[in-house]
């Protein structure tokens, strides 16, 4: 891949978005992961002057901090941390005196407020300042749906929606993010020891495999293929409800 060509496009491309937009700049959630790492960067080149990262620790673990806050140091990008746990706990403990499951159907729902939360959050942020929400979403990820609706797929842009994981860490190589970040196993944070392979049930390597050459295993295939088809909502508007002109009348 042409990594500076890329670069160039992307940064044009974000530059040309938030402009239709009537925007001034771009607020992007920094998770302490290679994607929004690369994401930051990009935005930051974009936007030297009208780019806010905000940092939204939820339960999240020490080490996804600490990156994060390497990343936007050295990089010497503006930023703030919103602690977000208070508010969990606070909106889990109202949710759960109606409604209470058990094993890991609750912790699922419990996982998907993060995101949630994150995301109104940088709603706010962008809304305060006239920016955009920028996503940190790759192709891979798109594919299968692996995202929170409403959540880390809420937002205005996804500059990293036509690469593949395996490009956006030839990108973060590119872009000298640090190697601690690229090499860190992939993971959403949504609980503890949570990695993103595990939970998709495959390796980005496969995943990646089959959208750029339409090869690997049977099983892998086939577990690409139902991801895909059942996270269709998850890739489209929500449907309307279209009334006949017969029944109008």
Same mark, same amino acid.
């Given at each position: ?20 937009? @009537? ?24 936007? &030297?002057?009208?780019? !806010?990262?905000?940092?939204? /620790?939820?339960?999240? %673990?020490?080490? $996804?901090?600490?990156? %994060?806050?390497?990343?936007? $140091?050295?990089?010497? !990008? ?23 499951? $058990?094993? #890991? ?19 706010? #942020? ?8 920028? @996503?940190?979403?790759?192709? %891979?990820? =798109? ?7 409403? @959540?880390? %797929? @809420?937002?205005?842009?996804? +500059? ?17 993010? &640090? ?7 992939? #993971? ?20 990646? $495999?089959? =959208? ?8 892998? =295939? ?7 088809? +059942? ?6 508007? /929500?449907? +309307?409800?279209? =009334? /006949?002109?017969? +029944?109008?009348?």
């Amino acid at each position: 891949m042409n990594c500076e060509a890329v670069v160039q496009h992307l940064v044009t491309w974000l530059r040309e978005k938030v402009e239709e937009a @009537g925007a001034r700049g771009v607020v992007i959630g920094v998770s302490g992961g290679v994607d929004s790492a690369v994401a930051a960067v990009l935005a930051q080149k974009a936007f &030297p002057d009208n780019c !806010m990262a905000l940092v939204l /620790p939820c339960e999240s %673990s020490t080490e $996804d901090l600490i990156h %994060s806050r390497l990343l936007l $140091d050295r990089f010497n !990008m503006p930023y703030r941390v919103v602690e977000l746990d208070n508010v969990y706990q606070l909106l889990i403990t109202k949710l759960e005196s109606y409604i209470k499951l $058990d094993g #890991s159907k609750r912790r699922l729902l419990r996982a998907n407020l993060k995101p949630r939360l994150r995301m109104t959050t940088l709603y706010y #942020s962008a809304q305060a300042r006239g920016y955009l929400v920028l @996503g940190t979403t790759n192709k %891979s990820e =798109i594919t299968v749906g692996y995202s929170t609706k409403h @959540g880390d %797929s @809420g937002v205005d842009l996804q +500059i990293l929606g036509d690469l593949l994981k395996r490009e956006v860490l030839e990108l973060a190589n590119y872009l000298h993010i &640090p190697s601690v970040i690229i090499n860190k196993t992939p #993971s959403g944070g949504l609980w503890v020891g949570q990695t993103d392979e595990e939970e998709m049930g495959i390796s980005y390597e496969q995943l990646d $495999d089959y =959208i750029q050459y339409k090869q690997g295993e049977t099983d892998v =295939i086939e577990r690409i293929q139902h991801l895909n088809q +059942i996270s269709q909502h998850k890739r489209q508007m /929500p449907p +309307i409800a279209r =009334i /006949p002109e017969e +029944i109008r009348k």
